[in-house]
């Protein structure tokens, strides 16, 4: 298939996070959000490098320990939760597991005895006329953070400890 000649914007893109639960996934499709979900420290094999010197010259480069790419994404304020038994899904509540919520059962990707509660994050950009492109990070472990403005806004980063897919 030949490279695309139309350039991606924010329209074009969904964010989807969905928690470990088998064999449905809990999950919620990000609702207006601003469209600049961005990944960083994207690496071949996620690993750092490692220079080696013979007396002030390079003479090795080696890869060495695991790397883990982080994530933002912004969002506009519209609910903060749904603690009061009914079905509606938040942006905090997906990422807090907030008790109360529909995302109180919530499973962590690493598994329903782990320790920390991580996410996957799936980043679907359409491409115009038919087709689509993904970025799937797994075990995600995320935080939100609320602000007052015009309009109130949610920040959400995480960090990926799993796989990173490219589709």
Request: hydrophobic share 35%.
């Amino acid at each position: 298939m030949p490279i695309s000649s139309v350039a991606k914007n924010m329209r074009d893109g969904t964010l989807l996070i969905e928690d470990g639960t088998a064999p449905t996934a809990l999950d919620l499709t990000v609702q207006y959000e601003a469209g600049d979900f961005s990944i960083s420290g994207l690496s071949q094999g996620l690993k750092d490098v490692a220079t080696y010197l013979d007396r002030g010259d390079l003479f090795s480069v080696r890869h060495t320990n695991q790397t883990f790419p982080s994530l933002s994404f912004s969002a506009h304020l519209t609910d903060i939760s749904d603690t009061g038994g009914g079905a509606s899904e938040t942006l905090p509540d997906i990422i807090m597991r907030t008790t109360g919520s529909p995302f109180a059962a919530a499973v962590s990707t690493l598994g329903a005895n782990a320790d920390v509660y991580t996410l996957s994050l799936k980043w679907t950009i359409a491409e115009p006329g038919g087709g689509t492109h993904t970025v799937t990070c797994d075990d995600v472990h995320c935080s939100i953070d609320m602000s007052e403005g015009d309009p109130n806004s949610f920040s959400v980063s995480g960090t990926v400890f799993g796989s990173i897919t490219l589709t």
